[in-house]
T-cell receptor
Framework: AQSVTQLGSHVSVSEGALVLLRCNYS??????LFWYVQYPNQGLQLLLK??????LVKGINGFEAEFKKSETSFHLTKPSAHMSDAAEYFC???????????FGKGTSLLVTP | GAGVSQTPSNKVTEKGKYVELRCDPI?????LYWYRQSLGQGPEFLIY????????DSGLPNDRFFAVRPEGSVSTLKIQRTERGDSAVYLC?????????????FGPGTRLLVL
């Protein structure tokens, strides 16, 4: 079964600093990969997704992620953190012939002034 | 347009009771998914519907859990003889079609607490 591992359950960055949230996947075939964000008391919102084509994917709110097959990674980055970025971030994988998302355990991002 | 809505937003029940959780998907979306999110964990897949039929219910933990979507729109997740371990946030998502690459749009969830 395809799965993802998110390294670091909590990440703290200063406002204006680089955000890097790590996600590694296990899959024998190229998967579809997603990053979702969950703000307190809100539903999951899609940040970006990789299906095929360009390996550098740009999403909403200035986030981007790069699919690296050789490293089986799909890390999420943002050049400059804002206070409003504080939330829970989930990486997810879906098999290219399937539908159900397999989520990682999530990374809680804290942004300090 | 309107997103996925779920009712109730919170549900407190006693061990052994029966509960129903409702999901209204985005209009026109044929695929509907249920996930369960326990504290400190990512969402876990329970079941998905393509139209009215449950295409895959392999994620349902046991036979106390059941879901229906009789008219291909609204879905209800039913839990019989609730146990304290059922306490979690139940998430519903919908997408235009069933595929691995299609974006799933999530509702805000129903927070279930079993006392």
């Amino acid at each position: 079964a395809q799965s993802v591992t998110q390294l670091g359950s909590h990440v703290s960055v200063s406002e204006g600093a680089l955000v890097l949230l790590r996600c590694n996947y296990s899959s024998s075939v190229p998967p579809y990969l997603f990053w979702y964000v969950q703000y307190p008391n809100q539903g999951l919102q899609l940040l970006l997704k990789y299906t095929t084509g360009a390996t550098l994917v740009k999403g909403i709110n200035g986030f981007e992620a790069e699919f690296k097959k050789s490293e089986t990674s799909f890390h999420l980055t943002k050049p400059s953190a804002h206070m409003s970025d504080a939330a829970e971030y989930f990486c997810a994988v879906s098999p290219n012939s399937g539908y159900a998302l397999n989520f990682g355990k999530g990374t809680s991002l804290l942004v300090t002034p | 347009g309107a997103g996925v809505s779920q009712t109730p937003s919170n549900k407190v029940t006693e061990k052994g009771k029966y509960v129903e959780l409702r999901c209204d998907p985005i209009s026109g979306h044929t695929a509907l998914y249920w996930y369960r999110q326990s504290l400190g964990q990512g969402p876990e897949f329970l079941i998905y519907f393509q139209g009215t039929g449950a295409a895959d219910d392999s994620g349902l933990p046991n036979d106390r859990f059941f879901a229906v979507r009789p008219e291909g729109s609204v879905s209800t997740l039913k839990i019989q003889r609730t146990e304290r371990g059922d306490s979690a946030v139940y998430l519903c998502a919908s997408s235009p079609v069933v595929s691995g690459f299609e974006t799933q749009y999530f509702g805000p969830g129903t927070r279930l607490l079993v006392l």
